[in-house]
């Protein structure tokens, strides 16, 4: 949906997209604008405002917004991806051999049950009751529950506490017993294909998918790259012509874009460090990325900052500022004054 703006209801464009990242608050309503046609931050606030759509660990064990129908279907197929990132690098690896997991997540559970808590409630029940353990590490393992972030945290315009409670008890629903990702791979790959197996390894964070592949392979359709890696589409998928033109697009800091595809040589400079820093969004030109943004915004002002990381034509700069113009009225658009300027790009170890 990056190469013409499409009018579908919001939810059908979510679930097209197998879920959004959402780590940041705001970034899957700059994701939408780019993508749906006159796009306003109150048809995707009040799905989530409404239960419609919640957001979640999922994906890779982070953060994503999903409908709520695929909250409860893909959760399942995800849990050793969370399981695997809490216990292989987050400091509940060396917690976890203090206490019993099994025992702290039923408590987790029943402090939910009262309602939503935030992490710190959390931590300060864990430390309440197990004095000499490190709570603060043991915490982590709320993750190994499925759970949502409850609003108003994530609704445009609003803001509160980053709490939490159970998917089904938000939703009121159970969550499905879904153990094989068949459904999703063909899913993943009507959104982002034509995609290797590392692709889609990389997108979900699950491993072992060869198999899937391969038992998917009658109903796929498959090509070589550049590289000789054997690629997988689904049949009848678009693929327009290499010389198709590609209109200036702004993506926020995180987009499932950036993070579909194991080779992000595909959309961005191979060699460039940190075009993905915190705090910065991508701009593509022509399909590539060309540059990364910044917004500075106030009641007064609103200022993007847009740093190439390449010499670009006057008539692509033109175009960059004219669609960097427009971003700056959806984020802001009772600012008096916006500025789209144009900066050398430093790199994040240049800049050190």
């Known amino acids: 949906m990056l190469l013409r703006r499409r009018r579908v209801d919001v939810l ?17 309503y700059v994701a939408l604008w780019s993508r749906l046609d006159r796009f306003r931050p109150e048809r995707l606030a009040e799905p989530l405002a409404d239960r419609r759509a919640v957001r979640m660990t999922l994906l890779r064990g982070t953060l994503h917004l999903v409908t709520a129908d695929d909250a409860l279907a893909l959760r399942p197929l995800v849990q050793s991806v969370v399981e695997r990132t809490l216990y292989g690098s987050s400091p509940l690896r060396t917690a976890a051999g203090t206490a019993d997991v099994d025992e702290l997540v039923a408590m987790f559970e029943d402090l939910f049950a009262k309602g939503p808590r935030t992490r710190a409630q959390l931590v300060a029940a864990i430390a ?21 972030q409850v609003t108003p945290r994530g609704i445009w315009g609003r803001t509160g506490a980053s709490a939490f409670t159970t998917v089904e008890r938000w939703l009121g ?85 950036q993070l579909a595809h194991d ?7 191979p060699d460039l460090k ?15 990325g060309a540059a990364r ?51 050398t790009y430093r790199s994040p170890a240049a800049s050190r």
């Open 12 to 28: 059908d464009a979510v679930e097209r997209l197998v879920g959004m990242q959402a780590q940041v608050p705001r970034d899957p």
């Open 128 to 148: 309440e009751r197990w004095p000499d353990r490190d709570a603060t590490s043991l915490g982590y393992a709320m993750y190994l529950i499925p759970t949502v």
């Open 173 to 257: 629903r159970p969550i499905e017993r879904t153990t094989e990702p068949d459904e999703m791979v063909l899913r993943y790959l009507a959104a982002f294909g034509p995609s290797a197996v590392a692709d889609a390894q990389s997108w979900s964070g699950l491993t072992g998918l060869r198999n899937v592949f391969e038992r998917l392979r009658p109903r796929l359709r498959t090509f070589r790259d550049e590289r000789g890696r054997e690629l997988f589409d689904v049949p009848g998928a678009p693929l327009p012509d290499r010389e198709t033109p590609a209109p200036v697009r702004f993506l926020p800091e995180y987009d499932n874009l």
């Open 263 to 269: 080779d992000r040589s595909r959309i961005g400079p």
């Open 274 to 288: 940190g075009w993905t820093e915190v705090g910065w969004g991508s701009v593509l030109v022509d399909g590539f």
């Open 293 to 343: 943004w910044k917004a500075e915004l106030d009641r007064e002002r609103g200022t993007l900052w847009v740093e190439p990381f390449a010499k670009v034509t006057r008539d692509d700069r033109a175009r960059v500022a004219e669609e960097g113009d427009r971003l700056l009225a959806f984020l802001a658009p009772g600012t008096e004054r916006r500025d789209v300027r144009f900066r």
